[in-house]
């Protein structure tokens, strides 16, 4: 695994009330959410990125309001018909 690195002012954490830990967790859980949310990355990959289970990671992006269902517009586009038929027979 590869490691970044970022200098934060003392008063930052100070302002935050954080542990350095605890600031790089919260860091790295941000990280793969807003990775995820843009579509870069899958679930599975954010889950390592934030150091949780790929299940907590559900329930981090749940928390932050981001979609754990990622359609691009090609498989939006593809899945319409089919959920309008569905209904149909519903």
Not at 21 to 33: D, F, G, P, S
Request: glycine residues 8%; proline residues 3%.
């Amino acid at each position: 695994m590869n490691r970044l690195s970022i200098d934060l002012p003392e008063e930052a954490l100070a302002a935050l009330q954080v542990s350095p830990e605890e600031a790089t967790q919260e860091a790295r859980r941000i990280l793969a959410i807003h990775w995820y949310e843009q579509g870069r990355i899958s679930q599975g990959t954010g889950a390592r990125i934030a150091g949780l289970s790929r299940h907590d990671f559900l329930i981090a992006l749940g928390e932050a309001k981001v979609s754990a269902m990622q359609l691009g517009s090609d498989e939006l586009g593809e899945e319409t018909p089919s959920a309008v038929e569905a209904d149909r027979e519903c």
